[in-house]
């Protein structure tokens, strides 16, 4: 495909769309062209009128310098200012010549000049014998250059001041400017329309990378998630551009594959009471019973829904945590006071495990915080310490100054997690022992909901573990607990 068609069909899909990037990038190229062409052809212009005003004002001083040495001698006057005066009278550059005294009263002119310029429309020239010089058009509509100048004349009477009035024909100038500004149209009509296919070539090809861009990202599906945009030769804004969506498509296809297996999970764990649910209706529906079986049945189905209203609570509420949806209620908390009972409340299922709960002692530290929540989050974590810690073991929580805010220690003996698990640990669902038999309403999310309830309050939840020696939970708060604590 030559040059010219291959513009011209950049410029007819320019045309075509008019709210596209190539045809405002056109439309801005030809808009700019017009403009600086204008500019050039002004200029241009401008100045030949200029060197041809300075032309003609030297052709009439010089006119002026020989009248006027006529004019300083009587004996000249009588030979030679005819000839002056009439010298020029015909061709297409004719000058005439007027000589009045100061009176006005006429003493020479070149014939017929009275009724091409009368005196009264030449300028009028300044003190001090300034010539003054000007552009005008006779009645035929014939343009001169004129000058008016004060110059001294011989007469009887001795020197007087006289007025010379010297005007010359500027058709030939008329004539140059019209083919002057027809070649500028013409000049200006070739460039703009070359340049406006030069645009349209031009920009097409800077824009083809972005359509080969658009084109690969429409024929990404979430199947394809692991494609990347090829940037190899591109501009360098459209290689930020694609490697940044190359970014996104990396972050959206690790969120997609935790999406599934989060599906997956969910899927799993609401199905395992929905097994049982159906093989307990099973089981009734085989057979009469009597009604202390039928309450029987109907208390395992009763802690079966239960169950599984726990685990689509624990998921919305994940949900609403993840998208800043949860709204949190303030109060000022006392947060040793909170531990403390939290330590209290678990007393008794510390003692049946056989491990030893213990709160270390500490100064009130009044927060502002939702109370209801942090309580979950803390509980939490308590209960998953006390259920990884066997008999004989230690969990001992403790409030410290952690920086600028506060930070709470859940601290066990116990089984201890493996540096391959450590990094998944707050996933949902996700059991670092496999094999571990699930208890009542454990799902493996109370984690994960500890993390989202202290991330809502702006703080932060870290674990440090080695296997066989134990676990640290850190509920870390930011410093607006520390303010707090430092006014109680």
């Not at 208390?299 to 079966?304: K, N, P, V, Y």
């Not at 495990?353 to 509980?379: E, K, N």
Request: glycine content about 6%.
């Amino acid at each position: 495909m030559s040059f010219a068609s291959q513009a011209l069909s950049a410029l007819r899909q320019a045309a075509s769309n008019s709210n596209s990037l190539l045809a405002k990038l056109v439309r801005l190229q030809i808009a700019s062209l017009i403009v600086l062409v204008a500019c050039v052809c002004g200029v241009l212009y401008l100045g030949l009128i200029s060197l041809e005003n300075w032309e003609e004002d030297q052709v009439l001083e010089r006119k002026h310098l020989n009248v006027a040495a006529v004019l300083a001698s009587q004996a000249e006057q009588e030979y030679w200012l005819g000839h002056e005066v009439s010298e020029d009278m015909s061709g297409p550059r004719r000058v005439l010549v007027r000589v009045l005294l100061a009176d006005g009263a006429l003493l020479m002119e070149t014939p017929e000049m009275a009724n091409v310029f009368p005196a009264e429309r030449f300028p009028a020239p300044g003190p001090n014998r300034r010539s003054a010089s000007a552009s005008q058009i006779d009645p035929a509509g014939r343009h001169y250059r004129v000058l008016s100048v004060r110059t001294p004349i011989d007469t009887e009477a001795g020197l007087r001041e006289g007025l010379v009035q010297i005007a010359i024909d500027r058709t030939l100038d008329q004539a140059v400017h019209r083919r002057f500004e027809i070649l500028m149209l013409a000049v200006a009509s070739v460039a703009i329309t070359v340049a406006a296919l030069l645009s349209a070539l031009l920009a097409s090809r800077q824009l083809a990378p972005l359509h080969r861009m658009a084109g690969a990202i429409k024929q990404i599906e979430p199947t394809s998630l692991d494609q990347r945009l090829d940037t190899k030769g591109m501009t360098e804004e459209l290689q930020y551009l694609g490697g940044q969506f190359n970014e996104l498509l990396a972050r959206l296809g690790v969120a997609y594959d935790g999406l599934k297996h989060y599906a997956d999970n969910v899927a799993h764990e609401i199905r395992t009471p929905l097994n049982k649910m159906l093989l307990e209706l099973d089981v009734l529906q085989q057979k009469p019973r009597n009604l202390a079986q039928y309450e029987d049945m109907t208390a395992q189905l009763a802690d079966s829904c239960r169950e599984l209203k726990t685990l689509v609570d624990r998921l919305l509420f994940l949900a609403r945590a993840t998208n800043q949806q949860a709204a949190l209620i303030l109060k000022d908390v006392d947060l040793q006071a909170e531990i403390e009972a939290i330590g209290v409340y678990f007393e008794a299922s510390a003692a049946e495990a056989g491990v030893s709960l213990a709160v270390a002692p500490g100064a009130p530290c009044v927060v502002s915080v939702d109370r209801t929540l942090l309580q979950r989050a803390i509980t939490n974590l308590v209960a998953n310490a006390l259920s990884h810690t066997p008999a004989g073991g230690e969990v001992r929580l403790a409030l410290r100054r952690e920086g600028p805010g506060v930070a709470i220690d859940v601290r066990d003996n116990g089984e201890g997690i493996a540096a391959e698990d450590l990094p998944h640990i707050f996933d949902r669902f996700y059991r670092a022992d496999k094999q571990r038999a699930y208890g009542a309403g454990r799902v493996g999310l109370g984690l994960t909901i500890a993390k989202s309830i202290v991330e809502l309050h702006g703080g932060g939840l870290t674990i440090a573990s080695a296997l066989h020696k134990g676990t640290i939970v850190t509920l870390s708060l930011p410093h607006a607990a520390a303010a707090a604590l430092a006014n109680a």
